[in-house]
């Protein structure tokens, strides 16, 4: 009867699946696992304070029941119980330390409650055997923790970076609040308090941060000290570049070169800077079309002035041997502009665009700002039920009659992040995103 119970449950019959599971309570009333079941099928019909007396029996007629104490622990928290529910997580996580589902528990609560360094604690102990829910939880702390909270992890911030523990952009901030704090960046801030230009060995100084380069590569550095030190530094390797030692700078160079693409090329520009690219975009040019070797460093400040899609036989350059952090920069601004072009040209065209939407539309084909880097993580998809439930956890939900795959709309993808991450979130869904920019 309580296996029955849990078929009927999974086939959203709620009603047949609580009769199975009285049944089953009728027969052996002191069945804990039929508690639970019952428990977990009046919590999907809305009834949480049913649900809540059965887990809380489930529990105490079985203590060592670890989904029973877990159940518990969300029932608790769905009825404005915080502590109680953190209680719960921990004796679970307590009966067994490596259960990732009490892991992800306790850290949600936590942070709910404020308690985000130690949500933190939990999940970097997790993070060897973690999926990537442990990750995007912990990326989550990470962007409620303090500056001085985080420094201990910096190691961990620039992993989240580097393999897109979250959502472009939600990481931003941290990194640029920690890259702010290291010797390099802090110094070459008050050094541009009180002169104009930073030199080369400023700029070495800069390339040994990591947390700083993965900071460039993977979004937007919306912060005005960390920008004035980036113009500065683009404008000391223009200046400096035909002498300026090419292996300890190049992977400087392409961060930069990557940032000032992902962000449209902002940095502000001087006179001399101008005169300075022209020469070295000849120079460059003329290497290119001899066949003659061109410095990575030429190739990278170009870069960082301009895509290099637009410059004169920039396909010839794939043919070539490159440093990785060159070839990273080659893939950026050739070949998947290459790529979009191709998947621009695919594109159906779904109506006619009114003559008020052409203006729009002529806006975004310009400059589809913002670009981002990181697609957003891949975690466990859910049914749309699911989803609704989990977002609004304290809602009464009478859940959708779906058969099939559902459909879902985005009217308006914008940049397209959300329409990837529709596609990932929701189990089977089939996606129609539609936008007035083919560049966007």
């Known amino acids: 009867h309580n296996n029955l119970g849990n078929v009927l ?33 009046a919590a999907l019909r809305g009834a949480s304070a049913e649900a809540l007396r ?17 159940n518990l622990g969300l029932a608790l928290s769905a009825h404005g119980q915080a502590e109680a529910a953190i209680g719960e997580f921990r ?46 939880l912990l990326a989550l702390c990470f962007q ?47 050094k541009l308090d ?11 100084a800069l390339a040994g941060d990591p947390l700083l380069l993965q900071v460039m590569t993977t979004g937007r550095v919306s912060d005005r000290d960390l920008e004035r030190v980036l113009t ?34 902002v940095f502000a520009e001087q006179p001399d800077e101008r005169a300075a690219l022209d020469r070295l975009s000849k120079a460059t040019a003329a290497r290119l079309q001899s066949g003659d070797d061109i410095p990575a460093l030429w190739l990278l400040t170009l870069a960082a002035h301009g895509p290099l899609h637009r410059l004169p036989g920039a396909e010839r350059l794939l043919d070539r041997a490159w440093p990785q952090a060159v070839d990273a920069v080659l893939t950026q601004q050739i070949r998947e502009p290459a790529e979009e072009q191709a998947i621009r040209a695919s594109l159906p065209s779904l109506t006619p665009i009114d003559a008020d939407s052409l203006v729009v539309q002529a806006q975004y084909e310009e ?5 981002w880097v990181t697609a957003p993580p891949v975690l466990k998809p ?50 129609l995103a539609v936008d007035l920019s083919r560049a966007s």
Not at 31 to 40: F, I, M, Q, S, V
Not at 114 to 134: F, H, Q
Not at 235 to 259: C, E, K, T
Request: aromatic share 4%; with cysteine; net charge neutral.
């Open 9 to 41: 449950k999974d086939q959203a019959r709620l009603a047949d699946a609580e009769a199975a599971i009285r049944r089953a309570l009728a027969l052996r009333p002191d069945y804990a696992e039929a508690h639970n079941n019952l428990g977990t099928v």
């Open 194 to 204: 009180i002169a104009a230009d930073l030199d080369v060995t400023d700029l070495t």
């Open 91 to 136: 004796a679970a996580l307590g009966l067994q330390p490596g259960n990732l589902e009490t892991v992800h528990h306790l850290a949600r609560e936590l942070v709910a409650t404020g308690g985000d360094r130690e949500a933190a604690a939990v999940l970097i102990g997790a993070l060897d055997g973690g999926t990537a829910e442990t990750k995007s």
């Open 367 to 371: 400059n589809p700002y913002p670009r």
């Open 144 to 190: 409620s923790m303090s500056a001085d909270a985080l420094a201990p992890l910096r190691p961990h911030v620039v992993r989240a970076l580097s393999e897109g523990w979250a959502r472009g952009g939600e990481l931003e901030r941290v990194g640029i609040s920690l890259a702010k704090r290291s010797v390099a960046v802090a110094g070459c801030i008050g």
């Open 232 to 265: 500065a530094a683009r404008r000391s390797l223009l200046l400096r570049a035909p002498d300026a030692p090419s292996d300890a700078l190049v992977d400087f160079a392409g961060a930069l070169a990557q940032q000032s693409f992902i962000d449209e090329y």
């Open 54 to 70: 059965h887990f809380e029996a489930a529990v105490r007629l079985a203590p060592r029941f670890v989904e029973a104490r877990n």
């Open 382 to 431: 859910l049914s749309v039920n699911d989803y609704m439930r989990a977002r609004y956890p304290r809602a009464p939900f009478r859940p959708l009659a779906m058969t099939g795959n559902p459909d879902v709309l985005v009217a308006g993808c914008g940049s397209g992040s959300h329409a990837i991450e529709a596609h990932r979130r929701f189990a089977g869904a089939r996606i």
